[in-house]
């Protein structure tokens, strides 16, 4: 369990470990690399932003999109938001997020969802950090952003310089230097940014 700004999180220091034993479970030689089991440098500076800045979701309802290991949904929570919903499509990252939540003891509402084909939800505020990793990705998520931020709800992104960020829409709030808690993308120290969804 590592903790952060006084956050505790279960995570691990060895990707490949833990991508191994999701194959051997899953019987999946392709599965997904298991982004919940790791705190990424967009979601550090994202969670660092939200436990400085606690107005931005205090008292609000929030989102926390492509979840992962739930470190933003918690920073959001400890914030004192009213209501946090955190959503991934992997199951695994849903199991880690009420695990890590019980560690930290808020409550929040883990849902393994899709919501990118579907018009954006009642919330506040959506929270998306480290989303540009994968192109094809990077550009659903961005278009479903837009059109959240769009309509009226506050979208703030944690970034770490990801090539697939396009920065058009974009205005940056804050910039941290943030150890990220796995190598795989030599990311292990980097300057990672914090941007709000301007439309």
């Known amino acids: ?41 967009g979601g550090l ?29 918690i920073a959001a929570a400890r914030a004192r938001a009213r209501e946090v919903v955190a959503v991934d499509i992997d199951p695994f990252s849903i199991a880690a997020i009420g695990l890590n939540a019980r560690a930290n003891n808020v409550r929040i509402d883990a849902r393994r969802e899709d919501l990118l084909d579907q018009d954006p939800p009642a919330v506040d505020v ?35 310089g990801r090539r697939y960020l396009a920065h058009d829409s974009l205005r940056e709030l804050a910039t941290y230097h943030v150890r990220s808690t796995t190598d795989l993308e030599d990311l292990g120290r980097t300057t990672a940014n914090v941007h709000e969804i301007i439309v």
């Not at 006084?6 to 999701?22: E, F, P, R, T």
């Not at 998306?128 to 703030?156: H, M, N, P, Q």
């Open 126 to 160: 959506i929270l998306a950090g480290d989303c540009w990793y994968e192109e094809r990705f990077g550009i659903r998520i961005s278009a479903w952003l837009i059109r959240a931020a769009a309509s009226g709800i506050k979208v703030l992104i944690g970034d770490p």
């Open 1 to 41: 369990m590592t903790g952060f700004a006084d956050l505790k999180l279960h995570l691990s220091d060895d990707i490949y470990s833990v991508w191994g034993a999701i194959q051997k479970e899953t019987g999946e030689s392709d599965a997904p690399i298991p982004y919940w089991a790791f705190a990424w440098g």
């Open 45 to 73: 500076a994202l969670a660092s932003y939200v436990l400085e800045h606690p107005e931005m979701v205090a008292g609000r309802r929030v989102l926390d999109m492509a979840s992962g290991s739930g470190l933003d949904a």
